[in-house]
């Protein structure tokens, strides 16, 4: 024959009639988890107790400022008053130090819960103590500490290419037509497109837009060191051509998307009077630039020459 | 009451400073030093000369990529050209307008390379005799085939890359040659031919 139960699961135990028997169980239950409780949680130290009290004793009968004001003190007791008013500072800041120490464990949260035994009884009352770790140091917030880390470090890294701030692209976005070749001077301090940018070169730049349809660039590298290069709006290189020691090499193609290219609307692919090569842009815009290596002064005009010749225009469908 | 209100404000201070120092400084910093200085995961070294070996290519990885937006670069492909920086001179000092520097580049071989000096934001540095470079086809070569380029504050005989009052200096190597970016792929190789960078003097 089992106990009475509680009518109400959740009503609190001293409005329960119990019998005699199973208070006496319950008491028991509850002096053993309250020993359990005394030996895991760890009381204050009776010098800091103490420390605490001597300072609220120091300043509960300390005098206004109004009074203060009014006290003429000679050098001696001001030096003195000085050196008290250090120690005491010192004696807060220990306090302080201590409590920040010692306070956390001090304040392991008590959660009492009524629990119900096997046979339906309700019998114990279960104490558990919850002891807080004090510190930043614990496993748990060092590895959530690492983890977001982590997260900052990889969200910086994609975010930089991601949004192009300083790219090469976004600069010269905006002082460059589009689909066509700009010459641009020989670097110089005063003149400079962009940084590292290697200065004994003449440089010609395209930025294509391939939006409106393909773009057909044409261009003459005469030796070794000239070279035409295709670059994304984060700078990727998907395209390069490097001129040879022997002979000049000719660069015409015809660059497009890759959805063009699956429709078929290079003019290669509809006119059989046209045959050019096609390259394909990972992007709807971004830059060609053509390189050149100047081997002196007055081989300026001539390399000039020959990069304006080069052509960056939309194609002819 | 108000000590123990002081010590949970001083503890959530001193935890949140800790989180804060690990996760948002130690996440920027980590992030900073990978794109801007790389590590061996991103680039080559050799001696005192570092090379993005991943520059320019569509495969690059996030920190060559983020390295190249970030400065503003415009890389040829690294199978076609490789460029080489250096901070330091042979000995690991850090370059400085104030030294004089010698490079023995006459066992530099390429078809084509170029080298500049830079201040340390990649500017060109302002000189009288409007000079910032030499390539394969401007250096002066000595009688007995050897080719030495100084770079000082003061003129020199001779190949000098003036750098004024510049303060820090990058010294930029670009070479162009398939052939010899092939080879140099493999660092013993490179370290042969790059030019070792002495230095002569210092003020």
Not at chain 2, 45 to 71: C, N, S
């Amino acid at each position: 024959m089992s106990e009475p139960t509680s009518p109400h699961p959740g009503a609190p135990l001293q409005q329960m009639a119990l019998p005699a028997a199973i208070r006496e169980r319950i008491k028991r239950e509850a002096e053993k988890t309250d020993a359990r409780d005394r030996q895991r949680t760890k009381p204050l130290p009776a010098r800091l107790v103490d420390a605490v009290a001597g300072l609220h004793e120091k300043f509960r009968d300390r005098p206004s400022w109004a009074t203060l004001r009014k006290v003429r003190v000679p050098p001696r007791v001001a030096g003195d008053l000085i050196k008290r008013g250090r120690r005491a500072g010192l004696s807060v800041g220990t306090a302080l130090d201590r409590l920040k120490q010692e306070l956390p464990i001090a304040k392991g949260a008590v959660s009492a819960e009524r629990s119900t035994e096997p046979n339906g009884d309700v019998s114990t009352v279960a104490i558990r103590t919850a002891v807080r770790q004090p510190s930043i140091f614990a496993p748990g917030h060092l590895l959530t500490a690492l983890l977001a880390g982590g997260v900052i470090h990889i969200a910086t890294t994609f975010a930089i290419t991601a949004l192009g701030t300083g790219s090469a692209f976004r600069t010269l976005r905006n002082v460059l037509p589009s689909n066509e070749f700009v010459v641009v001077p020989q670097q110089a301090p005063s003149a400079q497109v962009l940084p590292y940018l290697a200065p004994d070169m003449l440089y010609a730049f395209c930025r294509f837009d391939l939006r409106r349809g393909n773009i057909e660039i044409t261009a003459q590298l005469p030796e070794a060191g000239w070279s035409l290069a295709l670059y994304t709006r984060q700078g990727d290189n998907f395209y390069a051509t490097p001129g040879a020691r022997d002979k000049p090499t000719s660069v015409d193609f015809v660059l497009g998307t890759a959805s063009d290219r699956l429709v078929d609307l290079t003019p290669g692919r509809r006119r059989n009077d046209v045959d050019l090569s096609h390259v394909t842009s990972p992007d709807v815009e971004g830059l060609v630039v053509i390189r050149a290596p100047l081997k002196g002064v007055s081989y300026e005009a001539i390399v000039q020459a020959q990069l304006k010749s080069a052509r960056c225009s939309p194609g002819k469908a | 009451m108000l000590l123990r209100a002081l010590a949970t404000v001083v503890n959530f201070a001193v935890r949140g400073a800790v989180f804060l120092g690990i996760a948002v400084l130690g996440g920027f910093g980590s992030a900073w030093v990978m794109i801007h200085s790389g590590s061996s995961l991103t680039a080559a070294t050799e001696g005192p000369w570092v090379t993005w070996t991943a520059a320019g290519r569509m495969d690059a990885d996030p920190y060559t990529r983020a390295h190249t937006v970030r400065l503003g670069l415009l890389p040829l492909t690294s199978t076609l050209a490789m460029t080489f920086q250096a901070q330091t001179d042979a000995a690991g000092a850090r370059i400085h307008s104030s030294c004089v520097y010698a490079l023995d580049v006459s066992k530099l071989d390429a078809e084509w390379w170029s080298l500049a000096v830079f201040d340390d934001r990649g500017g060109l540095i302002r000189n009288s005799a409007g000079r910032y470079a030499y390539n394969a086809s401007t250096v002066l070569r000595d009688a007995d085939g050897g080719t030495r380029i100084v770079v000082s504050r003061d003129a020199r005989a001779g190949n000098w890359l003036p750098t004024a009052g510049a303060g820090r200096l990058i010294l930029s190597l670009m070479v162009q040659d398939p052939r010899w970016t092939a080879q140099a792929a493999n660092g013993p190789a490179r370290g042969r031919v790059l030019p070792e960078i002495r230095t002569l003097s210092c003020r």
